[in-house]
Structures are given as structure tokens and as C-alpha cells.
């Protein structure tokens, strides 16, 4: 009796608070045909630039398969590789066969190499013994020896501060409403912006302590491979934290309490899993690609990697960190904006 | 007298819920307005919008010659809200001094004030208690020392003496008479008959309408009653005759 009283009081809860029901229905629906669309996608097309003296190798590479383009000069084709154009350089110069990798993804490493030897095999005889004499792959990024953990590390680094610090910022604020510390706030002279920021200035400091612990822990003691410099990787993830503590504490105006916040998860921290990095965009279905350019996760991901696998410097990276600042600030306006529902100066 | 507070015909609407219906009231300097009426009746929109933390639907009000909400003038207003609004994490000295730094205190006058304060409330002794282990009433008085902390022209105090025992309730009226002396005009809402008693100027609300207004003297006299409550009783079910 006193059992079905419970459960009556649940069912009633449930149905009281739709969200939750939705979430619990919709959610994992949402991330299943996510998941479903990053796995079920296209093989890597990798891309190949050829450079070789031997004119009846170009044709017969040419021919086979459009992965294929075909370069005149060297350093042209090497140019491209760098600029990430191409996944592999393929360089036939009789007796001997050089493939340079781009090196930064496994995935495309993998799909270049199988696709030069399945094509390397479909040539006559004579050809293929030559070819086979001096075959040397080289990486310009990384190496054969490169980790699993070399390629998601970089990622994990970027999402897991996202996630905790959006959780966190978000729960902290949402308290701030339901103590009634914010109505206290609210009665003071204090203008709303200046209470986002001073969010965003305290939270900040920690993050900055926590960017450069998780950073340090993944360089040295994971000894993660490690390219660029320490402190541009610093910089970035302390972006990310920031991005996401913006967006933590918008979207805390929208929840009621803490479950509810917890319930952003799903919505807006796991699809940013398959976007930042871990999975490759390309390979993706066509209509996914545009959604990752409103996904912080993709610019912190994209970054952190080319910092530490690419060795990329400030010159290449910026351009994320500028897009990371747009979105704190847009987020930081919108939650100005947000507030207005408690207090309309 | 000088009018201090004015609320003009004021009505709130959340949605199609009607909380306040053409609401007049003044009060003036000096004045310990007391807001009487049940708990749901509207007393605590009413105090909000006279913070400037709620906007009314229709109305205006006016704080010291400003229409509010007015940044400015929400300097000049204390405002201890129902709830304690507290940091539960920080000792009972960093809430007031996190409360002060807003109102722009620093230095030597602020930790004056934060003296002040908490002498008045009694909380000297147990400042550096982090204040999720006070005691309800320790809580309530510590939200009165924040609302004071800046020395307000007026005070907005919502349901102030609720869980204070008989003793620490009698020294902080003891408090709130002697603001008033000294200039500040005080708003305080409640929903306890004998509390009413000690107000200079009374509005019973109810349902979302001042139902009467006076000094409790005059309230009692005009109902021919001997106690707030009965006259309270006579203002309501007059009321309900119309």
C-alpha cells in the first residue's frame, strides 16, 4: 500500500515535469542516431598527390582511382601536404618509392597506405618489383609509433574541461537563483553584466588552474605526445573553459534545478563529442559537416590537436582562439539578456 | 510629511494570475510602515516592485522622487528578502563583507560598518562561523545586518522577525524604532497579528487589495475592535459583504 502511494507520488512527479520525461525518451534517441551517423558513415577518401618520372605510373595511378592527383614538381606537392590538401605524398623515382604521411589522423594514415598498396598491386609485374625494391614511409606529423591515446588525448583534454566546467558554472549559478542570493543581488545596485562577468573573472581563475594541471598531467605524466608549445595548448584549453562557462551559466537560466541542468548534458555537451576531433568530420554525412562550425568543442578540439601532434604555432591557431572569444562573448550577451527576466535594468 | 514611498494604482499580473489590484500607498519619513495580510496575499510582490527588483503591470512607483526600478536609488534601499540569501560555504564575516563590497564599502568603513551590523543583530561572536551551521534565527539576523550594512534611507524588510525568538524579536523592534528616529524610513511586512501592533502606520492586504490603511490606532478605533486581528477580521469580512 504504502509501496503504490510511492510509486502514484512518482508517476504524478514525472508527469509534472514534462522535461525531464522528454529527456529521458528523446535523448538517448538523439544521441543513438548521432552515433549512428558518425559510425555508419562513408570510408575515408584519402587524398594522394603522386609525383613520379615515370610517365606510365602516373597514368596507371591516374586511371585507377581519383584519390590520385597528379603533381609536376615536389614541392609543390609537399606544400600541400603541410597545408593538410592532401592525407599522403607518393613519390615514384625508379628504384626506389617514398610515401610521405600527413601523419596527424590514424585514419586517414591507414586509408592512404591501403589504398597505394592496393593500387601499387593492380600494375603489371615488372612495375610493381621495381616499385616494391626501396618502399619508405615517412610521417610529416607524428610517427608509425604514434599511440591511440597521442590522437584522443588531445580531444579528451578540450572536452573533459568543457564538461566540468560547464556543469559546474552552471550549477553554481542555477543556486544562485534558487537560495535567493540572485533576488538579493538584484536589489542592489548591481548592473547585470557586471555580475556575469564577475562570474566569469571568478570562475576564470580556476580554470586557469585547472587548464594547466590537466595539460601538465597529460604532457608529463601521461607523456601524451607533445609537439607545440605548452603554453598555447594552456591557452586554448583555458578558452574552451571559458566558453563553456559562459554557456554553463546561460543556460542555467533555463533550468529550474540541478537535475535540469543536468539534463543539458545530452543536449549540448555530448554532441559536441563527435565534432571536436575524435571522429573524423569528413567521413561524416554531408548535413553534419556545417553543424560542427557552431560547436565550440570543434575549434578548442581542432586546435589543441594541431598544437600538439602538428606543432602548430600562434600564427595557425588564432584564428580558433578569436572564433572561442566570439562565443564567450555572444554567450556572455545573451545571459545579460537572460537575467533581464529577474530584473529589466 | 515628507513622502518617502509612493505607490500609485499599481496592479501585477503573472500570466492571467492577478496578485495586486490597484494598490495605493505612501509612506513617509520616519515612518515604520507596516504590510499586514496572510501569507499569499501579495505582500511580497508588492515589497519586490518597491526594490525595483519586479516591474508592475500597470502603476507606477516612485522611491525618493525616482520612478523605480532606478539603479541609484536601489543604493539608498536595504532590502532583506524572505528567503535568507546567504553563502551557506562562507563564514558569517565574508557574506557581510561580500554584501558591503557591492554597495562599494571598503577599508576602514567597512569593516566599521560590518562591526555595526552585527553587534546590532547580536552575530559578533559567531562571525567566523561559516554560516550553514547558524541556526535559523542566526540566518534571519544575518540577512538584517546585510540589508543594513549600507546604512539605506530606507529599509525593505520581508517578514524579518520570522523564527527569532521573543527576546533577540524585541531587541531588533528596539533596533528598528531607533532607525527610525535617526531618519530611515522603514517598510516591513507580516503576517503576525501583535507584530502589526508595533508598526506607526498599517495596509492590510488581502487577495491582492489593500483592504484597509491607518495607524493601528486608528484602525482599531474605526472597528471599534481591541486588537489588530479583530479589526483585520472586520476589514476582510466587509470585504466579502460587497
Known amino acids: ?330 554567450f556572455m550577451i545573451l545571459n545579460v539578456l537572460a537575467l533581464k527576466k529577474h530584473r529589466r535594468l | 510629511m515628507q513622502s518617502v514611498i509612493q505607490v500609485k494604482n499599481v496592479s501585477k499580473k503573472y500570466r492571467s494570475h492577478q496578485v495586486l489590484q490597484n494598490i495605493d500607498l505612501t509612506v513617509n519619513k520616519n515612518e515604520i510602515y507596516g504590510l499586514l495580510g496572510p501569507s499569499g496575499a501579495g505582500k511580497t510582490t508588492l515589497v519586490k516592485m518597491i526594490a525595483g527588483i519586479e516591474i508592475p503591470t500597470t502603476g507606477s512607483i516612485s522611491v525618493l522622487d525616482s520612478v523605480m526600478p532606478k539603479l541609484n536609488t536601489m543604493t539608498q534601499i536595504g532590502f532583506m528578502a524572505q528567503s535568507d540569501a546567504l553563502y551557506g560555504e562562507l563564514s558569517g564575516k565574508e557574506n557581510l563583507e561580500f554584501f558591503s563590497s557591492i554597495y562599494g564599502l571598503k577599508g576602514q568603513k567597512q569593516k566599521e560598518r560590518i562591526d555595526q551590523a552585527s553587534d546590532l543583530v547580536n552575530l559578533t561572536n559567531f562571525l567566523q562561523k561559516p554560516v550553514n551551521q547558524y541556526s535559523g534565527g542566526m540566518k534571519r539576523r544575518l540577512s538584517l545586518a546585510a540589508a543594513l550594512l549600507h546604512d539605506p534611507k530606507i529599509l525593505i524588510l520581508d517578514e524579518p522577525t520570522v523564527g527569532i525568538d521573543p527576546v533577540l524579536r524585541q531587541s531588533i523592534w528596539d533596533e528598528l524604532y531607533k532607525l527610525s528616529k535617526s531618519g530611515t524610513t522603514i517598510l516591513v511586512t507580516t503576517h503576525v497579528m501583535d507584530e502589526a501592533e508595533k508598526c506607526s502606520q498599517l495596509g492590510m492586504l488581502r487577495d491582492g487589495k489593500i483592504i484597509a490603511s491607518g495607524s493601528p490606532r486608528e484602525l482599531k478605533d474605526n472597528t471599534s475592535s481591541t486588537s489588530i486581528e479583530e479589526a483585520f477580521l472586520y476589514y476582510g469580512g466587509a470585504h466579502h459583504a460587497n
Open chain 1, 1 to 330: 500500500m504504502r509501496i503504490k502511494a510511492l510509486v502514484i507520488r512518482i508517476i504524478r512527479q514525472f508527469v509534472r515535469d514534462k522535461r525531464t520525461l522528454a529527456m529521458m525518451f528523446i535523448a538517448p534517441l538523439l544521441i543513438l542516431t548521432l552515433v549512428n551517423l558518425v559510425f555508419s558513415s562513408n570510408d575515408y577518401e584519402p587524398k594522394i598527390g603522386v609525383v613520379s618520372d615515370q610517365q606510365m605510373v602516373v597514368d596507371k595511378l591516374k586511371s585507377s582511382d581519383k584519390a590520385f592527383i597528379i603533381y609536376q614538381k615536389r614541392s609543390e606537392a609537399h606544400q600541400d601536404l603541410s597545408e593538410e590538401k592532401l592525407d599522403a605524398v607518393l613519390e615514384v623515382e625508379l628504384p626506389s618509392t617514398t610515401i610521405t604521411l600527413e601523419g596527424s589522423n590514424p585514419t586517414a594514415n591507414k586509408a592512404s597506405i591501403m589504398m597505394i598498396e592496393k593500387t601499387l598491386k593492380t600494375m603489371p609485374a615488372q612495375d610493381t618489383e621495381k616499385t616494391k625494391v626501396n618502399s619508405e614511409i615517412l610521417y610529416l606529423h607524428g610517427s608509425a609509433e604514434m599511440e591511440t591515446f597521442d590522437y584522443i588525448g588531445p580531444f579528451l583534454i578540450g572536452f573533459f574541461i568543457f564538461f566540468f566546467v560547464f556543469l559546474i558554472s552552471g550549477v553554481s549559478f542555477l543556486r544562485e537563483r534558487t537560495t535567493g542570493t540572485l533576488e538579493r543581488l538584484l536589489a542592489t545596485p548591481m548592473r547585470r553584466w557586471e555580475m556575469v562577468v564577475g562570474y566569469v573573472l571568478g570562475f576564470g581563475i580556476f580554470t586557469i588552474l585547472q587548464s594547466a594541471i590537466i595539460v601538465s598531467f597529460a604532457i608529463y605524466v601521461l607523456d601524451i605526445m607533445m609537439a607545440g608549445s605548452l603554453w598555447l595548448v594552456i591557452l586554448i584549453t583555458l578558452m574552451l573553459a571559458i566558453t563553456a562557462l559562459s554557456l554553463g551559466t546561460l543556460l542555467s537560466a533555463f533550468a529550474t534545478n540541478e537535475l535540469q541542468m543536468i539534463q543539458f548534458i545530452p543536449l549540448v555537451v555530448v554532441p559536441q563529442v563527435f565534432f571536436s576531433g575524435l571522429f573524423t568530420i569528413e567521413t561524416m554525412a554531408d548535413w553534419l559537416g556545417p553543424l560542427s562550425y557552431i560547436m565550440p568543442l570543434t575549434y578548442g578540439g581542432e586546435a589543441i590537436r594541431d598544437i600538439m601532434i602538428q606543432g602548430d604555432g600562434w600564427g595557425d591557431i588564432y584564428g580558433n582562439v578569436l572564433v572561442l572569444l566570439g562565443f564567450s562573448l555572444l
